[in-house]
């Protein structure tokens, strides 16, 4: 786990020292152990080590493989570099360290850019080859790392955040209208390429970018995720069976692929509190963690879980931490976190990462969480509301998914920035590629790929990583992820949803977690429209910064600012969408008005 940051010049110039040393400056958080750099006429690498494989520094990066001279900056974690390791040393490779950053060099030499498709894990990495003068960009196949791109006609610069991108300078930071459509239509999601700045782009999960020195890039997709039947279809049973087994794996690969404690964040869920039942008895003294936040008072929302994860915890006699934390300290930490945010996130829980990662990180360097689980099993509410209606695809989805519609959109952006209904238009071509036997095939094939990556995936890897704690989501394994897209939607929608999940977890953790109804992470402070944070809204909204942006049309906004006055089931709607307006109003003025041009 680290972050990592470089420049290639197309220009036949030096590769910009200081720029590249601003940008790993800026990624310090996600790598307290080590700061390297690295240069050689064109090209040049920073990175930020946090220390998890291999604890020498043997494994510091960046790092330069003798035999073929080619120099890597890698991000993440490769669960399967033993294995890779092994065959690595049949085939005649020769191994100077313990860790898996040394594995993807060799795997280079061994397979060339075949070698990514070799790679099981999260990761990013940049990867330079002398010999022929390319650069190799590559991103893991569900997006968990992230790789933020700038490119001019003179040079591409890389990082895993944004903000890093823009202490470097030289960044377009027009807003990119069709990034908006996305953002303001898909809760915060914008798939990749895209992001809200033009001058920002992200390379897409499950691909190469090879890069040459005069500029030219080519883009390849290594893996694609088949959703649908094979003959012979297996029984229930088998499925269950199949599905442990997958779980079980995912879980000794992403436990065992660290030299330091690992935990597991526990809320009282069903999935987070399977990985503890089925890791209690192999790891002894287990650490678990668990968070919750204060009542508003005159709610009946319960605003912790802590029922179910201290059922679990005394169940499996965990080591067990929880932390209950007062909304006067969720308003307090709002600015700083949006100050830590890449991208605009709208989920509220954005905050509770923020605060979890810095308690958590004070006591191990890494976590499981169970963060996928219900993407990839069908446990959310409007899959089968959506399986239930009749219409075309487009319209079934977006009833249950988009935030407004694009006649809403309108009526909210200013003209200036209007464009068609493109997130209608990414929607359909998602659904129109082939590779998936029904409807909801479709949606969760898009759920895993695309909107996971930007919305939970995202803030995993985002808020822990500010605070140097790398998260592991064993339930975004590739192998259990492929096994699950080929069951019949009908199974894992059976039961509410993850119907497979409640198989597995049937006697091994106590049915009241089973059969619980679905828990969201709850931040009353910030769910409720009122009182400071409502100020706080109303100033962004109000502020000279937001009125000379010129992105929203006033009339709208004014109707957002005086819903609070309005009936309470209005209120909820109406709240929601005003702090989707003033949560990119405010990471603006954090991150892009104070940017250096």
């Excluded at 060099?105 to 060339?112: D, F």
């Excluded at 791109?149 to 470097?168: K, T, V």
């Excluded at 992403?254 to 964040?265: E, F, N, Q, S």
């Excluded at 689980?373 to 959310?380: C, P, Q, T």
Aim: hydrophobic residues 45%.
């Amino acid at each position: 786990m680290c972050g990592i940051c470089g420049e290639l010049r197309f220009d036949g110039t030096r590769a910009n020292a200081e720029a590249v040393g601003r940008m790993t400056a800026r990624l310090a958080p996600r790598g307290p152990d080590h700061a390297g750099h690295w240069s050689a006429g064109p090209i040049a690498f920073g990175h930020r080590r946090l220390a998890i494989i291999d604890l020498s520094a043997a494994s510091d990066q960046p790092m330069t493989d003798p035999d073929s001279g080619c120099t890597l900056v890698f991000n993440g974690v490769i669960y399967n570099y033993r294995e890779l390791r092994a065959e690595l040393t049949t085939l005649g490779h020769h191994f100077s360290t313990c860790g898996d950053t040394e594995v993807i060099l060799k795997a280079y030499a061994a397979w060339g850019e075949g070698a990514v498709a070799h790679l099981d894990g999260m990761f990013a990495f940049a990867l330079w080859d002398p010999r022929v003068g390319i650069l190799l960009l590559a991103r893991d196949r569900f997006g968990m790392k992230p790789l933020y791109l700038a490119q001019d006609g003179n040079r591409l610069r890389f990082a895993s955040s944004l903000p890093a991108l823009l202490a470097a300078g030289g960044v377009n930071k027009a807003i990119d209208p069709i990034a908006l459509h996305h953002l303001f239509t898909l809760h915060a999601v914008v798939p990749a390429p895209r992001t809200i700045l033009q001058g920002v782009r992200k390379l897409q999960p499950a691909h190469l970018l090879r890069v040459e020195l005069d500029g030219t890039r080519t883009l390849s997709r290594y893996w694609h995720l088949y959703a649908g039947r094979r003959a012979p279809e297996p029984s229930e049973e088998e499925w269950i069976t199949r599905t442990r087994h997958a779980l079980q794996s995912a879980l000794d690969s992403h436990l065992h692929a660290a030299d330091v404690p690992v935990g597991v964040l526990l809320s009282g869920g069903l999935d987070s509190s399977l990985l503890v039942g089925m890791l209690a008895h192999h790891v002894p003294d287990l650490r678990t963690y668990s968070i919750g936040f204060e009542d508003l008072g005159d709610t009946p929302e319960k605003a912790d879980e802590f029922i179910y994860s201290d059922l679990i915890a005394r169940t499996f006699n965990t080591r067990h931490h929880k932390l209950s934390i007062p909304n006067s300290m969720v308003l307090e930490r709002l600015p700083t976190t949006i100050a830590r945010m890449t991208e605009p996130m709208f989920s509220h829980d954005v905050v509770a990462f923020d605060l979890l990662a810095e308690w958590v990180g004070h006591d191990v360097k890494a976590v499981l969480a169970g963060q996928g689980a219900d993407e990839v099993f069908a446990g959310y509410f409007w899959y089968p509301q959506m399986q239930a209606e009749r219409g075309l695809p487009l319209q079934r989805f977006a009833r249950h998914y988009f935030d407004r519609d694009h006649a809403e959109w309108l009526r909210f952006i200013a003209p200036e920035y209007h464009v068609p209904d493109v997130t209608s238009e990414l929607i359909e071509d998602a659904f129109d590629r082939s590779g998936a036997d029904t409807f909801l095939d479709r949606v969760l094939r898009l759920d895993v790929t695309t909107l996971i990556v930007d919305d939970p995936v995202k803030r995993v890897d985002n808020l822990p990583m500010e605070h140097a704690l790398e998260l592991r989501v064993p339930f975004l394994d590739r192998t259990l992820v492929e096994l699950a897209a080929r069951m019949p939607p009908e199974l894992r929608l059976r039961e509410g949803g993850k119907y497979p999940l409640k198989a597995v977890a049937r006697g091994l953790i106590p049915d009241a977690v089973i059969d619980r109804p679905k828990g969201y992470f709850p931040v009353p402070a910030l769910k409720h429209v009122r009182g400071a944070f409502l100020g706080r809204m109303r100033d962004l909204l109000t502020s000279t910064a937001c009125l000379n942006r010129g992105l929203y049309q006033r009339g709208y906004v004014d109707g957002l600012l005086d819903a609070p006055e309005a009936p309470e089931h209005f209120t909820r709607i109406q709240g929601s969408k005003l702090w989707h307006a003033a949560l990119l109003e405010w990471w603006l003025q954090t991150h892009v008005d104070i940017a250096p041009a």
